[in-house]
């Protein structure tokens, strides 16, 4: 009896009887890899918006946006503001938007310009993209070109002519965290984003949804925190809520100081009073004990304590003083100097307010 044959790529082969099982089993693996991939991803990935209306902030940018695209006038963009604000999730939702599934590899070109930023690229997989057609019904493509501050002038330069030249082919977006390191004539020929750092009551509520799905244990305290070490960007947060998930069973405020390895407010609120009230050596001491304790950074240190300088009450005068000092021993960290010697500069600053201080106070009492 004659034994049907089905060929498989790689010239493998097998019965046409066996077939139907075959390929249901070779389903489930391509579900069972899906899902797997999943749950590896970093939560950042996991859980980004692919829908514009699953995006959790500036409401007035994504239904303009939405008119660009439902009224087929969408321009080239431009979005700019702090990192983690929600500027590349906006342009991957827009992209889906427009475009079916299997459409979107040949239809849109990203780009990380921080790791291409000459003009070689832009002349080769830039230009290439741009100039060849489209074989679906004659719509524009997209090219998303992120971090585009990192670009060279010249390579904005020859963008600029890409852009004027191929209007009618493709939509450009750009991406940057800095406007002003964007060439004027780029700026001109795009509609412009400002995308601001995102407020603790549109952060929270998403955190919370990653909380419900991946059963985070965790304390109110410890969520306040962490929305506050994010500094308004989403990325951050949610890299800081699966960090200290998968080192500790609890996201609690200790925990979360512990994971970041920033110093937490009480440990500043100690060193200042250290700083104003202890002499130079025992202040020296202590600093350096629990920077090794609890391994902290200097830089994060000089952070804290100039935003404690802005809260304490003392004269103007000093106020100026140390924030001048501050920001030269934090440039010359920035620079390589030794810690060692800069903590002995923040402390004799310190030191020197004191001195200053008490010398007004004394003018005071005797006027």
């Given at each position: ?9 790689n010239?493998?082969?097998i019965?046409k009887?066996f ?5 249901k089993?070779?389903?489930?693996c ?19 918006p ?7 902030s500036?409401?007035?940018i994504?239904e303009?946006?939405?008119r660009f695209?439902?009224?087929d006038?969408l ?5 700019y ?5 929600g500027?590349?999730s906006?342009?991957?939702?827009c992209?889906r ?7 979107l ?7 990380n ?9 832009v002349?080769e997989?830039i230009?290439n993209?741009a ?5 679906f019904g ?16 010249d ?8 852009i004027?030249?191929?209007t009618?082919?493709?939509?450009f977006c750009l ?21 601001a ?6 952060i ?9 799905a ?10 306040q925190?962490?929305?506050v ?5 989403m990325?951050?947060?949610l ?9 500790f ?8 100081y512990?994971c ?5 407010p ?8 250290w700083l104003?009230n202890?002499?130079f050596s ?6 350096t ?11 994060d ?9 802005h809260k ?5 005068l000093?106020r100026?003083?140390?924030i001048?000092?501050?920001?030269e021993?934090?440039e010359?960290?920035t620079?390589g100097a030794?810690d ?5 500069a ?14 007004e ?5 005797e006027?």
């Amino acid at each position: 009896m004659k034994t049907s044959i089905i060929y498989l790529k790689n010239n493998y082969c097998i019965p046409k009887r066996f077939s139907r099982d075959y390929f249901k089993n070779l389903n489930l693996c391509s579900e069972m890899v899906d899902k797997c991939r999943t749950e590896i991803l970093p939560w950042v990935e996991k859980y980004r918006p692919s829908k514009l209306e699953e995006l959790i902030s500036h409401k007035d940018i994504l239904e303009t946006i939405g008119r660009f695209i439902n009224e087929d006038r969408l321009p080239h963009l431009l979005f700019y503001g702090p990192p983690g604000t929600g500027k590349t999730s906006t342009i991957l939702a827009c992209a889906r938007q427009l475009y079916e599934k299997n459409q979107l590899k040949s239809m849109v070109l990203e780009l990380n310009a921080s790791d291409d930023r000459g003009i070689g690229v832009v002349r080769e997989q830039i230009l290439n993209f741009a100039s060849t057609k489209t074989i679906f019904g004659g719509r524009f493509k997209m090219i998303i070109l992120d971090e585009a501050d990192a670009m060279t002038r010249d390579a904005q330069n020859a963008l600029r002519r890409i852009i004027k030249k191929y209007t009618d082919n493709v939509r450009f977006c750009l991406i940057c965290n800095y406007l002003s390191k964007i060439i004027p004539p780029l700026q001109s020929r795009c509609t412009r984003f400002r995308f601001a750092p995102l407020k603790s009551n549109q952060i929270i509520p998403r955190l919370m949804h990653v909380i419900e799905a991946e059963k985070v244990k965790f304390t109110e305290e410890g969520l306040q925190h962490l929305v506050v070490l994010s500094g308004g960007d989403m990325r951050r947060a949610l890299n800081i809520l699966q960090s200290t998930t998968m080192a500790f069973d609890l996201v609690n405020m200790e925990n979360v100081y512990a994971c970041v390895g920033k110093p937490k407010p009480d440990d500043i609120k100690a060193i200042v009073e250290w700083l104003f009230n202890k002499d130079f050596s025992e202040t020296y001491k202590r600093i350096t004990f629990l920077k090794l304790k609890k391994g902290l950074a200097l830089q994060d240190i000089l952070e804290e304590v100039h935003l404690f300088v802005h809260k304490v009450e003392i004269p103007t005068l000093v106020r100026m003083y140390l924030i001048d000092r501050l920001a030269e021993i934090e440039e010359s960290l920035t620079r390589g100097a030794s810690d060692k010697l800069q903590l002995s500069a923040l402390i004799a600053t310190f030191h020197i307010a004191r001195d200053i201080i008490e010398k007004e106070a004394i003018v005071v009492k005797e006027s």
